[in-house]
DNA sequence: ATTAAGTTTAACTATTTGGTCAAAATTAGA
DNA sequence: TCTAATTTTGACCAAATAGTTAAACTTAAT
């Protein structure tokens, strides 16, 4: 075959292995399975990938590195404080609706013991949490923002970006009666109400004198 | 052996199979290793629970039953609308420490296909969503609280509540240093701060006439 | 056309793992 | 103490599954 096939039967396995491994996890996952999907022999997986757990890591740093993308510095730009939280919820929700799996997947097998794993590819796209801590208190000081405490606005912020995809299973059924266009649309709509809230817990009173 | 020692061996089994299927995911966990935690020999789980996908069952209705508990009939009393919510958040949360993997397992264990097990549950606990969007419908048309959609309000409030707990793992090293002692203070203060957000939420805006 | 390198396949192996079984040990009751 | 029921154990089994291998096939270059 060809090089371009060779790259062809990679990418087979590798998005084979991704739709697998989100699906079942790290343990649930069989080769077997893997090489079904990817409509090629078994013994193809080895050559290309030695072994499950080197096939894994590579699943793993891909969505690791979508899961924590490069889209932090967006905080360091010069934007309005409250342009750049708009920006960065619309961007991350925007991701996760073309991932919608990668929450679920990546906490839980950080969970599992692939932590440190996970730390290095968030210091690697440049994730710095300390870094959006100052900013924070800075535009505090200035008076922009309400003195909120940062650790809790950037959980707040995740938990409402992020558990949507994490709980849908569940709320599909439970909230929105297996009305999959619901809730396709419900997670679109998330933008704008994800911005306004926290926009909102930011927004200083207007004062009243 | 003893009736109370037979219920005791039982006991052990249950309790270390908790342990480990939390700790590695239903495929993930093995029967051996739950004998090993149990400390007693491997053949006797067959011999109280048949076989893993049984263990396995009385794990996750136990589970099942603390996720969705019965709290729910909170917002069945009549009390004010915002001391309703302000229970359920301490409630749910005080749940949640004293169990705190219980929601990455119960959602991991649900993604994986076990969801329609997990609405038997939920019936049967009374859980009743209908009922609270009627509510909070209610509740905006005596003007009590602002127009919010409802089904964005169970899911930013029940995002707030539980998503620090699944992204533990991760935010402990990442946002916290490691401090385990530092997280279950940030943990136990978001019963305050969860509570205020949903009531701000909520709170309609003073009139300025 | 021939060759050498890379690719694919089916058959096979080794290991892991859930589960069984019969014997041994323990307990409760007569 | 003797017996029957229950509980516990270690040895074993069968199925599942990751991984290996050697041969067959394909491709690109000469």
């Known amino acids: 075959m060809k090089k371009s096939d060779k790259e062809n039967t990679e990418e087979?396995?590798?998005n084979a292995a991704k739709k697998v491994f989100v699906r079942k996890g790290s343990d649930g996952a069989r080769m077997q399975?893997?090489?079904?999907e990817a409509g090629i022999n078994k013994s193809l997986l080895h050559y290309y990938y030695r072994s499950k757990d080197k096939l894994f890591a590579a699943v793993f740093e891909f969505f690791a590195s979508?899961?924590?993308p490069d889209i932090f510095n967006i905080f360091n730009s010069d934007d309005d404080i409250f342009i750049k939280f708009e920006k960065f919820i619309h961007a991350y929700i925007d991701m996760l609706s073309k991932n919608p799996f990668i929450p679920m997947f990546m906490l839980n097998e950080i969970k599992k013991g692939n932590a440190s794993f996970a730390i290095k590819v968030i210091s690697?796209?440049?994730v710095n949490i300390k870094a959006f801590e100052q900013l924070v208190e800075k535009e505090i000081k200035k008076g922009n923002i309400k003195n909120v405490n940062p650790k809790n606005l950037i959980i707040n912020m995740l938990g409402l970006i992020i558990f949507p995809f994490i709980s849908r299973p569940l709320f599909e059924v439970l909230i929105f009666d297996n009305n999959k266009n619901a809730v396709d649309e419900f997670l679109a709509q998330r933008?704008?109400?994800v911005s306004t809230l926290i926009i909102n817990m930011l927004k200083p009173e207007k004062t009243l004198n």
Do not use: N, Q, S
């Open 66 to 68: 979508k899961f924590f």
């Open 12 to 14: 087979k396995i590798f």
């Open 124 to 126: 690697r796209a440049g």
């Open 33 to 36: 399975e893997i090489a079904d």
């Open 191 to 193: 933008k704008e109400e």
